[in-house]
């Protein structure tokens, strides 16, 4: 049984990236930015944003972070976007979730530039990879779980049976259509779903991305199957301390399965280096135009 490192895949990923920063910058005087929208003062998202930053800086790249009070309106907030739409010095756009309330989280991602929407969520984007287009700025989450799927079971994914257990527009639904372009057989799953530990039996990869701690239980997982722990559920232990626990039922489900990712430590890390590397694409698209 294999735990599969996401913290070691994700600093091997920002050191190679690192190098294509500085190559960037020497070749053609280019050095990409970053741009983080915080609404409010949510503690997790505050914590995601500081790493988000310190990260797009420590591979060499320029980061930004823009913070608005919870009670800012609609408006205020698609004026700021349109103001880094049109700022050519930044290449990617980035506005954390969740948003309060009052504001439509999907009206805010219509309004990004979708040639600067690193999280990959624009409509626009997400018709791309609908549409098996190679241009599309992928989400950075499922991302990072295929590259840990793809390092673990060594590249060619072909006729494997993936059971995502999931639909968000987020997770559930990119990664399946990645995994699709992988030449996977992708079954989604979601809250409806029928016999739901039958179907993710037959799962040679199973994908867990439904936000319920230790949803998945280890009779539901074939023998030697890889596993792709997404959530990330704080939980209260007996001690009254908080801990951090995936989707997936981890000290019971490793007995059986072939790999496995941990929480903390397996997906999360590399959502964060995936986006390094599509604020890296966002500022080549911006080279690779000026050439033509
Ligand atoms: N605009 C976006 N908002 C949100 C996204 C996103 O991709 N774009 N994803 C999540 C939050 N998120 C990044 O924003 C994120 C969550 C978790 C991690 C991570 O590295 N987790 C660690 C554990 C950290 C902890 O102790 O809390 C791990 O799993 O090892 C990175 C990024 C929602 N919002
Ligand atoms: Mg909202």
Redesign the pocket.
């Known amino acids: 049984m294999t735990i599969i490192d ?2 070691l895949t994700a600093k091997n990923l920002r050191e190679k990236l690192a190098i294509e920063v500085a190559e960037m910058k020497s070749e053609y005087g280019v050095q990409p930015s970053l741009t983080v929208v915080m609404v409010g003062d949510d503690p ?2 505050q ?3 500081k ?2 930053v310190q990260q797009t800086q420590a591979i060499g790249m320029i980061s930004s972070e823009i913070n608005m009070p919870a009670n800012c309106s609609q408006s205020v907030l698609l004026d700021q976007i349109k103001a880094l739409n049109h700022d050519s010095s930044v290449h990617g756009i ?5 948003l309060p309330h009052h504001i439509d989280e999907s009206a805010v991602i219509a309004a990004i530039d979708p040639n600067k929407d690193v ?1 990959g ?1 624009h409509a626009i984007n997400s018709g791309r990879l609908f549409n098996g287009d190679l241009g599309a700025m992928v ?3 499922p991302q990072g779980c295929v590259l840990l799927i793809k390092q673990h079971l060594g590249g060619d994914l072909s006729g494997k049976h993936v059971v995502v257990i999931g639909r968000s527009n ?1 997770v559930g639904k990119p990664v399946a259509m990645l995994l699709l372009q992988e030449n996977c057989t992708v079954t989604i799953t979601h809250s409806r779903t029928r016999n739901l530990p039958e179907v993710c039996r037959q799962a040679d990869i199973v994908v867990a991305a439904v936000g319920i701690a230790e949803f998945v239980k280890a009779d539901w997982i074939k023998e030697g199957a890889t596993v792709i722990d997404v959530g ?1 559920n ?1 939980v209260i232990t007996h001690d009254g301390k908080y801990k ?1 626990v995936g989707d997936v039922d981890y000290q019971a489900v490793i007995e059986g399965c072939g790999a496995i990712t941990p ?7 590399m ?2 280096a995936c ?1 390094l590397k599509n604020t890296l694409l966002a500022a080549q698209a911006t080279i690779s135009k000026r050439s033509v």
Do not use: E, M, W
């Not at 980035?94 to 969740?98: A, D, G, T």
């Not at 929480?263 to 890390?269: E, L």
């Open positions: 996401g913290k997790a998202s914590v995601y944003v790493n988000k980035l506005v954390q979730l969740p999280d969520f989400p950075c989450t987020i990330i704080r951090l929480v903390p430590g397996g997906v999360g890390p959502t964060i986006l």
